[in-house]
């Protein structure tokens, strides 16, 4: 799931109108990664209804887009033991169909 700090300071960057920060913001003040996910969603989808309601696609896709992440690294770090766990294999045992 999104950060919500990192949303928010995102919504600085790509200058969304203060009024409408605050509006997404109200109630979610205090919200950070660690809060509870059912919450952190509520705020999310709070923040789409409004940003839908006020921006055209083109600025919500770059926030949004800006926003992107890869569950931490996680991605990353799969990559990394698979390349590890496959690097002395030959060939033909790399490949395997599905």
Same mark, same amino acid.
């Given at each position: 799931?999104? #950060?919500? @700090?990192? !949303?928010?300071?995102?919504?600085?960057?790509?200058?969304?109108?203060?009024?409408?920060?605050?509006?997404?913001? =109200?109630?979610? =003040?205090?919200?950070?990664?660690?809060?509870?996910?059912? %919450?952190?969603?509520?705020? !999310?989808?709070?923040?789409?209804?409004?940003?839908?309601?006020? +921006?055209? !696609?083109?600025?919500?896709?770059?926030?949004?887009?800006?926003?992107?992440? #890869?569950?931490?690294?996680?991605?990353?770090?799969?990559?990394?033991? +698979?390349?590890? %766990?496959? @690097?002395? +294999?030959?060939?033909?045992?790399?490949?395997?169909?599905?």
């Amino acid at each position: 799931m999104p #950060c919500p @700090e990192k !949303f928010r300071d995102t919504l600085k960057k790509f200058v969304v109108d203060p009024v409408l920060i605050s509006e997404i913001n =109200e109630g979610y =003040e205090t919200l950070v990664s660690s809060s509870p996910k059912k %919450e952190k969603a509520a705020f !999310f989808a709070r923040a789409m209804n409004i940003l839908d309601e006020h +921006l055209d !696609f083109q600025k919500k896709y770059e926030i949004l887009d800006y926003n992107a992440c #890869c569950k931490g690294g996680s991605r990353d770090k799969a990559i990394k033991m +698979l390349v590890k %766990e496959i @690097e002395n +294999l030959p060939l033909s045992e790399k490949i395997v169909e599905n």
